[in-house]
């Protein structure tokens, strides 16, 4: 017996119109999908991964030459105690 739905007699499962075929996929089927979606996902997060890293050390990268930057800059004792007196 192939699975069934409740549709729109949820009040009156006892209907035989409340019931209609959902799939006709064998158990063979189920499985061979089942093993093709766990490749299909393994591949897309190692896809993910593969173009996430360089991302990824890139900003790293961006990071720290922003930093350099920012080390570089003159410190102006002006604008220091007029923005931040606590410090």
Known sequence: ??????????????SSDAYFP??????EDKQGAQRW???TGSIA???IN???APAWLHQQRLRKV???????????????LSCC???
């Open 50 to 52: 593969i173009l996430c």
């Open 66 to 80: 922003f930093r350099n930057e920012a080390d570089q800059l003159k410190f102006d004792g002006i604008y220091y």
């Open 37 to 39: 979606w766990m490749v």
């Open 45 to 47: 997060v190692g896809l």
């Open 22 to 27: 959902l799939s006709s996929n064998s158990k």
């Open 1 to 14: 017996m192939f699975p069934q739905v409740p549709a729109t007699y949820w009040r009156k499962l006892s």
């Open 85 to 87: 007196p606590l410090r």
